[in-house]
Every structure is written in structure tokens, then in C-alpha cells.
């Protein structure tokens, strides 16, 4: 079964600083992942999505993430944090190679200090 | 902006009460998804349509009934709830063909209070 797992239930980091919000996925066949990005009392917006190719992928707000298959890891990264980026952050991957829904880790709360 | 739109965004209802949440998209996405969420924890799949059918009940309580009416619309119909489901309702929508790997759009939710 497809699934991924988030470490980490908080992160704090102080605005300027670099950030870096961990997953790790298991999946059978290609990885289809995906990080989204919640606002209290929001629905999920997305940030940015592997499928194929370019292990460095760049998203939303400035938000990159790099997908490492050695290490089944596809963390998401910022190289200088703001306070606005405090919220929660939601690793996902595909159910099935042929479906489409997602399925969601159990989130990481990013806390950027002023 | 959201252009998947969630109604009503708050509905509080009785235990005995039959209510619907509805959900609207106008981006030509032919598979759309109901999801619970509750506060602070990832959102849980309920069902999937793909072009209008349903693809995925997750074990769902049949005291949720969703529909499809067109490719637009999904319903999630709502009837005889218990308190422990009072939660965030997510609705999304994706691309749905052979090949897509198009991510989820979702509304803003309907937060339900059950009482």
C-alpha cells in the first residue's frame, strides 16, 4: 500500500532562516507526491507535485522540494522562512498507481518566529 | 481563490436532522472527492467519482450518502450523524484520464457541528 510519514509534528524555525519540512514515502511503482499547505479554518492549497524527471522541484511561495530515491525521502524546503509560511504542512501521495486520490501524512506544524 | 466552491461553509446540525453539503467546480474535472478532516490531522478519504460514478467508498457509515448529479456538482448527503462527526468536509476535484497527474483542487470546507 501506498503511504507517507512525516517525522516531525512541529518545526520551528526563526524568519530569515532556511526550513525543511520531512517525508518519506512507500510506494510500489513510480511515486506520484505531492505537498499542500493548510491555513487555519482553509481548505488545502497546493504547493507543488514530483511525477517525473528533475529531482529539485520548484512550487508556490517559494517552496521547493527535492525527491531523493535512495533515500525515499521528498522533503520540502525554503531557503529564507516568513512568518506568513506558519501553518500546516501535508506530505501526500497517490493511492494507486492507476487511481488519483491522494493520501495524506499526518501533517507538520511549521512555527516561523519573528 | 478556491475555484472549487464548498456550501454551506458552517452548518450545525441535530442528531436527527437530514441535511446536504454541496460542492461546485467549474474546471472541467471529471473526478471529485469528499474528505473528512479533523482538527489538526490530515484529511481522510470518503468516496471518489470518476466521471460521475462512484469509484470509492471508503467504508463510509451509510449515514453518508453522496451524489453526483452532473460533472459539476457533488452532494454529500447527511442524516441521522453522531456528535464524533462533526468535523471539517473537504471537497476536491481533479483531472481524471489516462495518464493525468494533475493534483487536487480543494474548496475551503464545510465545518460541521453535530449536536
Known amino acids: 500500500a501506498q503511504s507517507v510519514a512525516q517525522p516531525e509534528d512541529q518545526v520551528n524555525v526563526a524568519e530569515g532562516n532556511p526550513l525543511t519540512v520531512k517525508c518519506t514515502y512507500s510506494v510500489s511503482g513510480n511515486p506520484y507526491l505531492f505537498w499542500y499547505v493548510q491555513y487555519p479554518n482553509r481548505g488545502l492549497q497546493f504547493l507543488l507535485k514530483y511525477i517525473t524527471g528533475d529531482n529539485l522541484v520548484k512550487g508556490s511561495y517559494g517552496f521547493e522540494a527535492e525527491f531523493n530515491k535512495s533515500q525515499t525521502s521528498f522533503h520540502l524546503k525554503k531557503p529564507s522562512a516568513l512568518v506568513s509560511d506558519s501553518a500546516l504542512y501535508f506530505c501526500?501521495?497517490?493511492?494507486?498507481?492507476?487511481?488519483?486520490?491522494?493520501?495524506f501524512g499526518k501533517g507538520t506544524t511549521l512555527s516561523v518566529s519573528s | 481563490d478556491t475555484e472549487v466552491t464548498q456550501t454551506p461553509k458552517h452548518l450545525v446540525m441535530g442528531m436527527t436532522n437530514k441535511k446536504s453539503l454541496k460542492c461546485e467546480q467549474h474546471?472541467?474535472?471529471?473526478?471529485m472527492y469528499w474528505y473528512k478532516q479533523k482538527a489538526k490531522k490530515p484529511p481522510e478519504l470518503m468516496f471518489v467519482y470518476s466521471y460521475e460514478k462512484l469509484s470509492i467508498n471508503e467504508s463510509v457509515p451509510s449515514r453518508f450518502s453522496p451524489e453526483c448529479p452532473n460533472s459539476s456538482l457533488l452532494n454529500l448527503h447527511l442524516h441521522a450523524l453522531q456528535p464524533e462527526d462533526s468535523a471539517l468536509y473537504l471537497c476536491?476535484?481533479?483531472?481524471?484520464?489516462?495518464?493525468?497527474?494533475?493534483?487536487?483542487?480543494f474548496g475551503e470546507g464545510s465545518r460541521l457541528t453535530v449536536l
Open positions: 474546471m472541467g474535472h471529471r473526478a
Open positions: 501526500a501521495v497517490r493511492v494507486s498507481q492507476a487511481g488519483t486520490a491522494l493520501i
Open positions: 476536491a476535484s481533479s483531472q481524471q484520464r489516462t495518464g493525468s497527474t494533475g493534483e487536487l483542487f
